[in-house]
């Protein structure tokens, strides 16, 4: 379902999607604060425009090819780090 959904719209619709779930939910906050500490952002934004989301995005997919880790995993791992939580 999800590879028709990504043939029929592309990649940049799916950001869109999640910039806009991001901003609502703040749900990508536990990534921005954790790659602050990392050195990987400066600072956290107070708020998030789609310029800003895109390049934080490109910062993490930079250090998680640095690193080796996959954009998901460290995700994962990011979202540990802050709530002690595993989310199935």
């Given amino acids: 379902m999800l590879g028709g959904w990504l043939g029929t719209y592309g990649l940049l619709h799916m950001t869109m999607a999640v ?38 995005e490109v910062k993490m997919k930079e250090f998680s090819e640095a690193i080796h880790i996959p954009m998901s995993h460290l995700d994962f791992v990011l979202w540990y780090k802050e709530t002690g939580q595993i989310l199935k």
């Fill in 19 to 56: 910039w806009i779930i991001a901003k609502e939910e703040h749900s990508g906050r536990h990534i921005m604060r954790n790659l602050k500490k990392l050195g990987v952002l400066d600072a956290v934004p107070d708020s998030l425009t789609e310029r800003q989301y895109l390049t934080i």
